[in-house]
């Protein structure tokens, strides 16, 4: 099993989910990005004793990713969003229209306050769909090969994936990162189309499909996914 970098202290092994994958290779350990809480997956084989007794030895690793976590950024008024490359305002105004608008650098609502938030994630949702099928199809063709379909959705644990049937499926929260990062995911799941796995010849159709080592962008990610995570969550439960 590939082990995180170990070290005391150790954790309560209670405080973990601990589920079995059919189609998992080997013990993992990961952390919710929103919550926190620890997730340990096992193969449909494997020991739980020993995943267990794997999993108490990872504390330092487990409290290095729990202080990544960053706290929720509700949708409200007065919040600055950077979306695709630029930063716009949360703007609420007197009105009845109900759908937003730009304004220079302020993205207005009007209409009702509380639906505000419901109303910036839907916004942002579509230029995400817009701007990753734009950029599907431009990699697509670079490739020359097909996508059936492209979609966004809220996963947590990955920023896009890639079907054998050639759909491909993003986080609609790629378009908070920078474009160059973007890009690089878009270009990994397209590469996918050709090679179905992370082999060699994957990495270098990625890297020739983005122009640019693609390792970079998924330090970003790592770095930085908890922050785009928190955007437009609440305090309270979900």
């Known amino acids: 099993?590939?082990?995180?970098?170990?070290?005391?202290?150790g954790f309560d092994v209670t405080d973990l989910d601990v589920?079995?994958?059919?189609?998992?290779?080997?013990?993992?350990?990961?952390l919710d990005p929103v919550t926190g809480r620890a997730r340990?997956?096992?193969?449909?084989?494997?020991?739980?004793?020993?995943?267990?007794?794997?999993?108490?030895?990872?504390?330092?690793?487990?409290?290095e990713q729990r202080a990544r976590v960053a706290p929720p950024r509700?949708?409200?008024?007065?919040?600055s969003v950077d979306m695709a490359d630029d930063t716009l305002v949360l703007d609420h105004r007197p009105g009845t229209r109900?759908?937003?608008?730009?304004?220079?650098?302020?993205l207005v609502f009007e209409g009702p306050l509380d639906t505000l938030p419901r109303r910036a994630e839907a916004w942002?949702?579509?230029?995400?769909?817009?701007?990753?099928?734009?950029?599907?199809?431009e990699f697509a063709a670079a490739a020359g090969v097909s996508v059936a379909r492209v979609a966004v959705g809220d996963p947590r644990g990955r920023w896009g994936s890639c079907a054998a049937a050639g759909a491909v499926r993003?986080?609609?929260?790629?378009?908070?990162?920078?474009?160059?990062?973007?890009?690089?995911?878009?270009?990994?799941?397209?590469?996918?189309?050709?090679h179905m796995n992370h082999s060699p010849a994957f990495w270098t159709l990625t890297e020739r499909l983005l122009g640019a080592d693609p390792a970079p962008a998924?330090?970003?990610?790592?770095?930085?996914?908890?922050?785009?995570?928190?955007?437009?969550?609440?305090?309270g439960p979900e």
Do not use: I
């Open 170 to 194: 993003y986080s609609w929260r790629l378009v908070l990162a920078p474009g160059w990062v973007r890009r690089s995911v878009v270009a990994h799941e397209v590469a996918h189309r050709v």
């Open 1 to 9: 099993m590939k082990r995180p970098p170990a070290g005391p202290p």
């Open 124 to 137: 942002l949702r579509a230029r995400a769909l817009d701007l990753l099928s734009a950029e599907t199809a």
């Open 74 to 79: 509700s949708f409200a008024p007065g919040l």
């Open 218 to 235: 998924r330090a970003w990610l790592r770095a930085n996914g908890a922050t785009l995570h928190a955007l437009g969550r609440s305090s």
């Open 98 to 106: 109900r759908t937003p608008y730009r304004d220079a650098d302020r």
């Open 19 to 30: 589920v079995r994958h059919p189609r998992a290779r080997r013990v993992k350990l990961s």
């Open 40 to 63: 340990l997956t096992l193969p449909a084989r494997a020991s739980r004793a020993a995943a267990l007794e794997w999993a108490a030895g990872q504390g330092a690793w487990l409290a």
